[in-house]
Nanobody, 130 residues
Framework: QVQLVESGGGWVQAGGSLRLPCLASGRTFSASAYHMAWFRQAPGKERDIVAAISWSDIYTYYADSVKGRFTISRDNAKNTVYLQMNSLNLEDTAVYYC?????????????????????WGQGTQVTVSS
């Protein structure tokens, strides 16, 4: 069983920045066995992938809406994945979820879906105001 705990959410003005950490733990968790991702869900909308990073820290994936503004990274020694969010806008307001997957990287990124991720955090709210 993998436990994921997000933090770092809050209120920020448009144009500002936030960094979201996600700490992974669990008796059987090994950072080298899991690709990690951030999803977000706004009220009345589906949960969509924002960014993903391979277990090896070699490959990354970004949704078009965040390319050039968000950066995903991981520190396997600390079992932590980060989402650095810059130039935030009103459309970035959502609950942000950390997720872990053991599916192949090509499957995760070819058709990104929450169905490939079996472990989830509780979410952290990000609110961008004008």
């Amino acid at each position: 069983q993998v436990q994921l705990v997000e933090s770092g959410g809050g209120w920020v003005q448009a144009g500002g920045s936030l960094r979201l950490p996600c700490l992974a733990s669990g008796r059987t968790f090994s950072a080298s066995a899991y690709h990690m991702a951030w999803f977000r869900q706004a009220p009345g909308k589906e949960r969509d992938i924002v960014a993903a990073i391979s277990w090896s820290d070699i490959y990354t994936y970004y949704a078009d809406s965040v390319k050039g503004r968000f950066t995903i990274s991981r520190d396997n020694a600390k079992n932590t994945v980060y989402l650095q969010m810059n130039s935030l806008n009103l459309e970035d307001t959502a609950v942000y979820y950390c997720a872990a997957s053991q599916f192949p990287w090509i499957a995760i990124t070819r058709e990104p879906s929450s169905a490939y991720f079996g472990s989830w955090g509780q979410g952290t709210q990000v609110t961008v105001s004008s």
